[in-house]
């Protein structure tokens, strides 16, 4: 295992939040961004989308010279040429900012259209691409434009947005609806990434891989019951109390999506279980699951076995689920529920793995 996929989570929050600078301003004109922080944002998006590339440069190294295989690099594999037009883009989206004073609509679309080409570049050079070609990609490109999209605004406004109850209300009128159809599309697109790159999902919970994604599913779910109280019911406390202060709140949201880009640049660099046998089970055995598993034999297809620790873990997570329920609705302290949320996953994940240990 290597270090490389702790670039992931930072590029898809700066992928993120750039996204979020560019059209929350434009929908509440109140929400001022300072440029300098877009220019820290392109220039996060430079340096962490540079990782896939050193990656394959350094494990050329001792191969020949490094401007021989930078060059190679850059100009042979998809990793370089995707990051060329990275380069490309950030210098445009750079210059966008420098060279106007004041955004109008059609600069704001075109800042727009230059951050949709940074994700397509992403996109183009993923492993659903490389494995199932233009198909891979717009399923890739659907996913993740919608989850920096969704995430980008909802960072924003939690820490730029003046506290207002008008503010909020005029927030929540649009964002909630949007958000539960870019929800939709998240769900749909990561169902179809999941049965392209995982068809074998319960027996790949041996791998690295499957269990990465069966974390990053766990996790939805408090993010989903979090995002329910941050649209349904906060407009109910907004309207009850006009000092109430979602700030918190969405930041706590931006937690547990903060957790989930973590997974996610953990599990994008492990290799995907296409085709599982009895034999290639055996091979690619986490170390998690043979400490789990404690020598014994890794069976194909997985068989789940009911024992005591996995109904106590079952338990134990149906509690921290309900705890975390009851924090949001008595209005306790939301970082509480984000803990019980992050608990909740790992008991869970713990009973899934040693019920097929």
Known sequence: MNWYWLGEPFLYIFLALLLGTIILPRIHPNIQVPKMKMVWVVTGIIIFSFFPVLRIIVFFANDTNWFIIFRSVMLSFAEGKAYMWTLIFSILFMMMIFTKRQMSRVHTVALLLIAIGLIATLSWSSHSSSYFGMVGFWNHFIHLFSVTIWAGILMVAGRYMPNSADNWKA?????HPFAVVVMIMILLSGLFLNFRTDPDYVNSWVTSYGQALLMKHLLIVP??????????????RIKNNAHFNPKTWLMAEGILILVIYIITGFLNQQPAPHELNPETMKL??????NWFNQGGPILYP??????TFTVFMYLLALGTIIAMYVVLKQNKNVYAAVAF????????????????S
């Open 171 to 175: 927030f929540l009128s649009w964002y």
């Open 223 to 236: 993010l989903l019951i979090m995002a329910f109280f941050n649209g349904f019911i906060m407009k109910r």
């Open 284 to 289: 690619s055995a986490s170390g998690l699951y």
């Open 302 to 307: 997985v068989q789940f076995h009911v024992q």
């Open 341 to 356: 949320g992050v608990l909740f996953s790992l008991v869970s994940f713990v009973g899934f793995i040693h019920s097929v």
